[in-house]
């Protein structure tokens, strides 16, 4: 008999589940506990007193028992009190709506319109107020309808039991968090319902709207300075483009990827032709409404552009792994739109953080999709480059090292990947070389400098002498500099206190014992010209040459011959 077996995420899931109904559960039994206890103790004072009424009476039943005037005059009370139970509710609803719908957007209206809770509550205090008015009809000079008048009491009793309740759940409502909760939840049973259905096109629009509700939150938390409220938006949105759309996206219908302008307003005829070709009209959607909301987003807050990051890196991730290439694509080409406008803002602040889960989606894109991989580290570097042009050249070093990293993470999966890297690098540093600003040629150099002391301590002797030609063709005086700078340095903290922590020159301790061996590498490269030769032995301090002269040398970096070995380190970054 086979055994199926689930991974650890899958048992969270239906353990987080459960815990969600037993919080809700317990929310629902703490909003009713004042109304209950009002009730309650208006019950129980009426018995108490009541019965010590009563003693002095000549029954206790006929005490309780009303005549034909005493009902009438009860039934007017309750009547009135139901009309302002019912008043009360209304100004509830009205403020719940009005100030939500100001904070947000008036397509927030339709949460409260469509809530069965809003109109069952206002439905009962109506009948309640209607049966009243009947009940009194049946009173007469010489007859009391007993049990009726009893029923309306206890229908007043449950009117003011549910008021307060029903107040709290109004305000619980008009928080931000169970909005997108609710929202979010009507989000998944529209798309739940849309597969394998003749009516896929009425379910989309009411996915559509539930999505624009949640963007519409995200918009007004940004115009409001409420960060908290917008990254919870965006990681909502982020989570159900890949944990539930893509799961589920197999299952549809071909007519559920045709759209037209209807669908996305705004859009030129090529993206729709393009969204319709690769099926990818829904992702686009959502991660529109990221890049419009990285140009609202304050300079000054930059989690919310980090939370947009991440949220394109699980959907990409997701797509990568649910073998949806057009997806994950899309993502990558978002990154980039991402990029290009914290450019356009002059945010480097912004950059950070979206080059931190770009180079964490290149690394999840390297064991199913090398290439994807590849083109991320490309575009890094590409960036970084257009930033530094722009004035902001520490985002460069940003870049280099982002893409160091991401070489080191591929050696154990695909080593061709890390060699296609460490030429990539390489080029970039040789074509910034005479024009790159100080900072971001630094930037550079450390990048590369920091997968050789990788690939030298790791004796990864196929990279090293990629990097080690490259780092022996740029200026000696600046590879020097850059050296002793950080072979000099003792702190590694930044003297500034921004979206760096460790500082560009610092190199860490087991690494930083390869400097002498890279100094005697280009020692060696320079003086006999054997660059792409380079042994990598193990070499105390930096020594002479410990590798004889041949008559078959290899050429000199920038000698004729070395032209036919150009291509081992100018790869293209395109």
Same mark, same amino acid.
């Given at each position: 008999?086979?055994?199926?077996?689930?991974?650890?995420?899958?048992?969270?899931?239906?353990?987080?589940? #459960?815990?969600?109904?037993?919080?809700?559960?317990?929310?629902?039994?703490?909003?009713?506990?004042?109304?209950?206890?009002?009730?309650?103790?208006?019950?129980?004072?009426?018995?108490?007193?009541?019965?010590?009424?009563?003693?002095? @009476?000549?029954?206790?039943?006929?005490?309780?028992?009303?005549?034909?005037?005493?009902?009438?005059?009860?039934?007017?009370?309750?009547?009135?009190?139901?009309?302002?139970?019912?008043?009360?509710?209304?100004?509830?609803?009205?403020?719940?709506?009005?100030?939500?719908?100001?904070?947000?957007?008036?397509?927030?209206?339709?949460?409260?319109?469509?809530?069965?809770?809003? &109109?069952?509550?206002?439905?009962?205090?109506?009948?309640?107020?209607?049966?009243?008015? /009947?009940?009194?009809?049946?009173?007469?000079?010489?007859?009391?309808?007993? /049990?009726?008048?009893?029923?309306?009491?206890?229908?007043?009793?449950?009117?003011?039991?549910? $008021?307060?309740?029903?107040?709290?759940?109004?305000?619980?409502? %008009?928080?931000?968090?169970?909005?997108?909760?609710?929202?979010?939840?009507?989000?998944?049973?529209?798309?739940?319902?849309?597969?394998?259905?003749?009516?896929? +096109?009425?379910?989309?629009? *009411? $996915?559509?709207?539930?999505?624009?509700?949640?963007?519409?939150?995200?918009?007004?938390?940004?115009?409001?300075?409420?960060?908290?409220?917008?990254?919870?938006?965006?990681?909502?949105?982020?989570?159900?483009?890949?944990?539930?759309?893509?799961?589920?996206?197999?299952?549809?219908?071909?007519?559920?990827?045709?759209?037209?302008?209807?669908? %996305?307003?705004?859009?030129?005829?090529?993206?729709?032709?393009?969204?319709?070709?690769?099926?990818?009209?829904?992702? @686009?959607?959502?991660?529109?409404?990221?890049?419009? %909301?990285?140009?609202?987003?304050?300079?000054?807050?930059?989690?919310?552009?980090?939370?947009?990051?991440?949220?394109?890196?699980?959907?990409?991730?997701?797509?990568?792994?649910?073998?949806?290439?057009?997806?994950?694509?899309?993502?990558?080409?978002?990154?980039?739109?991402?990029?290009?406008?914290?450019?356009? +803002?002059?945010?480097?602040?912004? *950059?950070?953080?979206?080059?931190?889960? @770009?180079?964490?989606?290149?690394?999840?894109?390297?064991?199913?999709?090398?290439?994807?991989?590849?083109?991320?580290?490309?575009?890094?570097? +590409? @960036?970084?480059?257009?930033?530094?042009?722009?004035?902001?050249?520490?985002?460069?070093?940003?870049?280099?090292?982002?893409?160091?990293? $991401?070489?080191?993470?591929?050696?154990? #999966?695909?080593?061709?990947?890390?060699? +296609?890297?460490?030429?990539?690098?390489? #080029?970039?540093?040789?074509?910034?070389?005479?024009?790159?600003?100080?900072?971001?040629?630094?930037?550079?150099?450390?990048?590369? =400098?920091?997968?050789?002391?990788?690939?030298?301590?790791?004796?990864?002797?196929?990279?090293?002498?990629?990097?080690?030609?490259?780092?022996?063709?740029?200026?000696?005086?600046?590879?020097?500099?850059?050296?002793?700078?950080?072979?000099?340095?003792?702190?590694?903290?930044?003297?500034?206190?921004?979206?760096?922590?460790?500082?560009?020159?610092?190199?860490?301790?087991?690494?930083? &014992?390869?400097?002498?061996?890279?100094?005697?590498?280009?020692?060696?490269?320079? =003086?006999?010209?054997?660059?792409?030769?380079?042994?990598?032995?193990?070499?105390?301090?930096?020594?002479?040459?410990?590798?004889?002269?041949?008559?078959?040398?290899?050429?000199?970096?920038?000698?004729?011959?070395? &032209?036919? *070995?150009?291509?081992?380190?100018?790869?293209?970054?395109?």
């Amino acid at each position: 008999m086979a055994v199926m077996s689930s991974t650890p995420g899958q048992e969270a899931r239906p353990q987080n589940l #459960r815990q969600t109904d037993r919080g809700r559960a317990i929310g629902w039994i703490a909003a009713a506990l004042p109304g209950i206890a009002l009730v309650s103790v208006a019950v129980m004072l009426f018995l108490l007193f009541g019965v010590l009424d009563a003693i002095h @009476y000549t029954s206790i039943r006929d005490f309780f028992t009303p005549d034909p005037t005493a009902a009438g005059g009860v039934l007017g009370l309750v009547g009135g009190a139901e009309g302002v139970v019912l008043s009360i509710v209304i100004v509830a609803v009205v403020f719940g709506i009005q100030t939500t719908s100001s904070r947000y957007s008036p397509r927030i209206i339709g949460i409260f319109t469509r809530n069965p809770l809003n &109109a069952l509550v206002l439905s009962f205090a109506l009948a309640s107020i209607l049966y009243t008015f /009947l009940v009194r009809t049946e009173v007469k000079v010489n007859y009391t309808p007993i /049990l009726s008048v009893a029923v309306a009491e206890v229908l007043a009793l449950l009117n003011f039991a549910i $008021l307060l309740p029903y107040v709290s759940y109004i305000f619980e409502v %008009m928080r931000a968090e169970t909005l997108v909760e609710s929202i979010m939840r009507r989000a998944k049973r529209e798309l739940r319902a849309a597969t394998n259905t003749r009516h896929a +096109r009425r379910h989309r629009t *009411a $996915l559509m709207t539930s999505i624009a509700q949640v963007t519409d939150i995200a918009f007004g938390s940004i115009q409001l300075g409420d960060m908290p409220v917008c990254v919870l938006t965006i990681d909502v949105l982020g989570r159900f483009v890949a944990e539930d759309y893509l799961m589920v996206k197999k299952g549809f219908a071909p007519e559920w990827f045709k759209v037209s302008h209807a669908e %996305m307003p705004g859009a030129s005829d090529q993206i729709v032709a393009e969204v319709n070709r690769a099926q990818t009209w829904f992702a @686009y959607t959502i991660m529109s409404s990221f890049v419009d %909301m990285v140009g609202l987003t304050p300079v000054h807050r930059k989690e919310a552009v980090h939370a947009i990051a991440v949220a394109t890196r699980d959907a990409g991730i997701a797509a990568i792994q649910a073998g949806d290439s057009e997806v994950a694509e899309l993502c990558m080409r978002f990154f980039n739109t991402y990029l290009r406008a914290a450019i356009n +803002r002059s945010a480097p602040t912004f *950059a950070s953080g979206i080059m931190n889960e @770009y180079r964490r989606f290149a690394i999840g894109a390297l064991e199913w999709r090398p290439d994807l991989s590849v083109e991320a580290a490309a575009h890094l570097l +590409r @960036y970084g480059r257009h930033f530094e042009e722009a004035g902001m050249p520490a985002t460069l070093g940003a870049a280099a090292e982002d893409v160091a990293d $991401l070489a080191i993470e591929a050696r154990a #999966r695909d080593p061709q990947v890390t060699l +296609r890297l460490a030429r990539l690098l390489v #080029r970039n540093l040789l074509d910034l070389t005479p024009k790159a600003r100080p900072i971001g040629l630094n930037g550079m150099f450390k990048g590369v =400098a920091k997968l050789t002391f990788w690939a030298m301590a790791a004796e990864q002797k196929d990279v090293a002498r990629i990097l080690v030609e490259g780092i022996a063709a740029a200026p000696p005086d600046f590879v020097h500099a850059a050296l002793d700078r950080m072979e000099s340095m003792q702190n590694g903290l930044f003297w500034e206190v921004n979206e760096r922590v460790i500082a560009f020159d610092w190199v860490e301790q087991p690494l930083r &014992a390869e400097i002498p061996r890279l100094r005697a590498a280009l020692h060696r490269a320079k =003086a006999t010209g054997n660059g792409l030769a380079v042994e990598l032995e193990e070499i105390a301090t930096v020594a002479p040459d410990l590798v004889p002269l041949t008559p078959n040398a290899a050429p000199t970096v920038g000698s004729p011959k070395a &032209a036919a *070995a150009a291509p081992v380190i100018q790869e293209s970054a395109d």
